[in-house]
DNA sequence: TCCATTTTTGTAATCGTTATCATTTCACAT
DNA sequence: ATGTGAAATGATAACGATTACAAAAATGGA
C-alpha cells in the first residue's frame, strides 16, 4: 500500500508537507507543490481515511436504518436526507435490518465503536445499547434520531406525522364520501405506526357516533400480500362493508385485488383508502386515495436534527410533527362539493 | 472519550491485557478477566473500531451501489447479498447515486481510501476512478463486482442474466399467444439492460420474419411515469400494435394504465408483457405476465464473488448468466396448449 | 526447596495520518 | 553584508487499538 511516506520520499520533502499539499496546498511552495502532485499522481496515492479519522475525530459517515428497502415508502425519505446530508458534508450510508435484532444491533456498533458517526432510525426496532440505556435510566449512548414511528419516553429528538389524526381523517373521508360501514385492515400492533393508525380508525368511528361491528377489522402486516389475505377474511366475516381503511397503500393494493377477483367494485361496492402515497398507488386500478405523508420534509427534518446533534447542540426531545395530507383519487367515491 | 487505557488503569492490569480479554479471553486468568470486564462494564468502554482497523488492516464493511433504492427490483438483490454478507462477517451498506457521477465517486472514495473493502455495482454507472484505470490499462483500482449490468471490456467479475435472450423470450411469447403486430417500449438507451433488451427484441421480430413497423417503438426510462408516457404515444402513433413488450415492469404497470385510460383493454386489445417480476405486478390489474430474473442468485454469486477477491483469490473475468423465467399471468393472452 | 517449563503479563513498536512547535529559508529594508 | 519578521518546512508526538517479544509469575517434578 502507498503512504503519505511514499510520496514525500518520492518528492524529496516532508511528511508535514505533503499533508499540506493536500489540505492546504496555499501553504506549500508551488515547486514543491507540483513535485508533491506529481508524485501523488505516479504512485496512484489516495490518503487512508480510517488512518485520518483516527487522528481528526471526527465522522462524515451516517447511517439509515430502514427495516426493508423493499418498502418504497422509505425511499422518498431517504432521497431528501441523502440530499442535505450532501450538503452539510455527510455521507450517508442505509442499513436494512429486516426486523431483526442482531442486524440493527451490528449497525449501531458501527456508531459505538465510532465507525460511524449518527443514526437516523426509521424502523420500529430500538438497538439494545438504547433499550438498556433507557432502563438504566442513563443518556442515549450516541447521536441518534426518530423518523416516522414514535418511542413513548425515549429521549431523542424525532420527527413524524400525527399517525392517528391522519387516519381520522382518512375515515372521516370515507364516511363523507357516503361509506356507513367502514371497516380496517391494520398494520402490526406491536409497532406504534400500526397502533396509532387504528386508534385513528376507533376514534374517528366514536366521533362518528358509529359502533365498531365485529368483523370489521383484520391485521396485515403492511405487505401486499398480507393486505390481500386480511380483504379476503373482511369480505368472508359478513361485516357487509362499504368501505375500508388500510393502513398502508402496500395493503390496499392487496386488498384491492381482493375486491376484484370476488367480483366486487372499487369504489362502487367497497371503497378503499390508503396510507403512504407510493407511486404504484397512483398506478393501480383505479387509483388509489390516499394520505399523503410529506417524505421530503421528513427526512430533511430527521437530517437537520442528526447535524444540529453532531455540531454538539441540544436538541429538543419534543417529538416535532409534520402536517399529512388527503389525496383524493378514484378509488373512494367522488364527494358531491356544493 | 473512555479508551482502552482507561480500562486498563481502572482494573489495574496492561492495555495488553484488556484487549486480551476482549479477544482471547481463555488466554487471560479469571480474576483478572473478570475485573476487566467489569471495568468495561462500568465504564461502557466500547473499542474504537477506528483505531483497531488501522491497526489491523482489514475491512469487515462492504458497499453496494444502486442507482434508487425506490426501484424495488434491487431489494430482493440486495436481500440475498446481505444475508450471504453476514454469513461471511461482512457488514453491508447501501449507497444510492440517482445516477450522479459526483454521488457514486463519493463512494468509491470510500473504498479508494479503505473505508470500506469492496464494492458491487449494480447500476450502470462506473466510478471514474474505474474508468481512469481502464483507459490507462492499469487494474482496476479496488475489488469490484458488477451485477446486472453489463460493461464491455471491464476487467472484473461479472453476473447478469441474458438480457437480450430473456427479452426475445418475452417477444416469441406474445407472438405464440397470437400478437402479429407488436411493439415494446425500451428502456434508457444509455444502459446496457436498455440496449440488450431492445435487441432481444428486434432479433426476435426478425427471427420471426417480422418487420419492425415505424410507431412500434417508443423509449422511456423505467420508470412507470414514463412507461405511462410512452404507451400514450404508441396508442398515437397509428401502429395499431395488439401487444408490446415492456422493458421493464415498472413501465408495464404504467402501459397498463394508459392503455385502460383509452378505453381499450389487456390482454383483450393490447397484451403487455414486463420485465423483472415485481411484487407490484403481481396486484396489478390485470396481474402482469413477466420474466422473472432470479434475484437471490445474483446477489449470492455477487457477494460470493467479491468475498473470493476480497481473499485475495483470482476470480473469473468473463460474465456469468444466470437462467430468467418467463412468469405466465394475465396481462398476455392464454396460450392455447395442446 | 529449587530448577525447568509453561502460563500470564507488560512494554513498546506499529498502523497512516494530522498538528504542534521548533527550525530553516526567504524577502526586504537597512 | 546584515538584521528582521514572515513564510515555509521538518521532526515528532499524538490518535487508540493490536501484537511481537521479553519479563514475570505460576506450576510441577525432583
Redesign the interface.
Known amino acids: 500500500m502507498v503512504t503519505i511516506r511514499d510520496i514525500a520520499e518520492r518528492a524529496g520533502v516532508s511528511v508535514a508537507t505533503v499533508s499540506r499539499t493536500l489540505h492546504a496546498p496555499e501553504a506549500v511552495r508551488p515547486d514543491k507543490r507540483s513535485r508533491v502532485q506529481q508524485a501523488i499522481a505516479d504512485l496512484?496515492y489516495?490518503?487512508?481515511?480510517?488512518?485520518?479519522?483516527?487522528r481528526k475525530?471526527r465522522h462524515e459517515?451516517l447511517?439509515v436504518i430502514v427495516p426493508?428497502?423493499?418498502n418504497?415508502f422509505?425511499?422518498?425519505i431517504?432521497?431528501s436526507i441523502?440530499n442535505i446530508a450532501?450538503d452539510l458534508g455527510y455521507?450517508?450510508?442505509?442499513?436494512?435490518t429486516?426486523d431483526r435484532q442482531d442486524?440493527l444491533d451490528?449497525?449501531a456498533?458501527?456508531v459505538?465503536?465510532?465507525?460511524a458517526g449518527g443514526l437516523i432510525l426509521l424502523g420500529s426496532l430500538l438497538p439494545s445499547a438504547v433499550t438498556a440505556s433507557m432502563a438504566d435510566q442513563r443518556a442515549i449512548?450516541f447521536p441518534l434520531v426518530l423518523a416516522c414511528e414514535r418511542f413513548e419516553g425515549l429521549p431523542c429528538p424525532s420527527v413524524a406525522i400525527d399517525n392517528q389524526a391522519a387516519a381520522a381523517l382518512a375515515v372521516r373521508h370515507l364516511w363523507e364520501t357516503g361509506c356507513r360501514r367502514i371497516g380496517t385492515i391494520a398494520g402490526p400492533q406491536s409497532n406504534s405506526l400500526g397502533r396509532d393508525r387504528l386508534n385513528g380508525y376507533r376514534k374517528a368511528l366514536s366521533d362518528l357516533g358509529v359502533n365498531l361491528e365485529c368483523g370489521w377489522m383484520e391485521e396485515g402486516d403492511f405487505s401486499?400480500e398480507s393486505g390481500?389475505a386480511a380483504m379476503m377474511r373482511l369480505l368472508g366475516s359478513g361485516g357487509n362493508l362499504d368501505g375500508v381503511f388500510c393502513a398502508n397503500d402496500e395493503m390496499a393494493?392487496?386488498a384491492?385485488?381482493a375486491i376484484?377477483s370476488s367480483g366486487l367494485t372499487t369504489p362502487g361496492d367497497i371503497a378503499l383508502i390508503g396510507f403512504d402515497d407510493l407511486?404504484?398507488g397512483?398506478?393501480?386500478?383505479p387509483?388509489l386515495t390516499t394520505i399523503r405523508q410529506p417524505t421530503g420534509e421528513l427526512g430533511e427534518t430527521a437530517m437537520r436534527m442528526l447535524d444540529a446533534l453532531l455540531q454538539g447542540g441540544v436538541v429538543d426531545h419534543r417529538p416535532v410533527l409534520l402536517a399529512h395530507e388527503l389525496v383524493e383519487r378514484q378509488s373512494t367515491k367522488q364527494r358531491v362539493d356544493n
Chains 1, 2 share one sequence.
Open positions: 496512484n489516495a490518503p487512508n481515511a480510517i488512518a485520518r479519522q483516527l475525530r459517515t447511517i426493508e428497502i423493499a418504497p422509505f425511499s422518498g431517504i432521497q441523502e450532501h455521507r450517508v450510508l442505509i442499513g436494512e429486516q442486524r451490528h449497525y456498533d458501527m459505538l465503536s465510532r465507525a449512548p401486499i390481500h393494493i392487496g384491492l385485488q376484484r407511486r404504484f397512483a398506478f393501480a386500478t387509483p
